[in-house]
């Protein structure tokens, strides 16, 4: 069950009580409400840590360790604007190289630069330290496309069998 069909749930015997509208009111809300600190997935294997309009972007700990040894990591330029599902840098490893994807349509606002001299830190610190950049989103609403943690932990388990 998503959080945003849970706090409807949570509000609906409240609401009720009180003589007010349930569900078309506790969407309106939930989708008004600026997203804090929020992390979502791609089926590709990147996240999006969302706080407000900004999505800290980077590769996942599943894709950095099919990925081996990290050797490279291509970026973006500041005030480049990407379209969901566009690609905007590229993973080298020892193994292989994979294009990195936008979880959501935006404009670059920074860049871990640290990536450069230190592109093997992808594979310790993935979903920390080793973002990729950050994007201000331009439509909130494309985050309803992609996955939370539990149904990406499901997506990485149907993967790997």
Known sequence: MSAAVMFRSALR?????????????????????????????????????????????????????????IVFVDLPEIGDEFEKGDSFGSVESVKAASDVYAPVSGTITEINGV????????????????WFVKIEMD?????????????????CEKEAH
């Open 139 to 155: 439509d909130e609403s494309e985050l309803d496309d992609l996955m939370d943690a539990g149904a990406y932990k499901e997506h």
């Open 13 to 69: 015997p409240a609401a009720q009580a009180a003589g007010r509208r349930t569900a078309a009111a506790s969407t309106t809300l939930c989708r008004q409400a600026p997203r804090m600190m929020s992390t979502y997935f791609t089926p590709a294997h990147e996240y999006g840590k969302v706080d407000g309009k900004i999505a800290t972007v980077g590769i996942t700990d599943f894709a950095q360790a099919a990925l081996g040894d």
């Open 115 to 130: 990536l450069g001299d230190e592109p093997g830190m992808v594979n310790s610190h993935a979903e920390s330290d080793a």
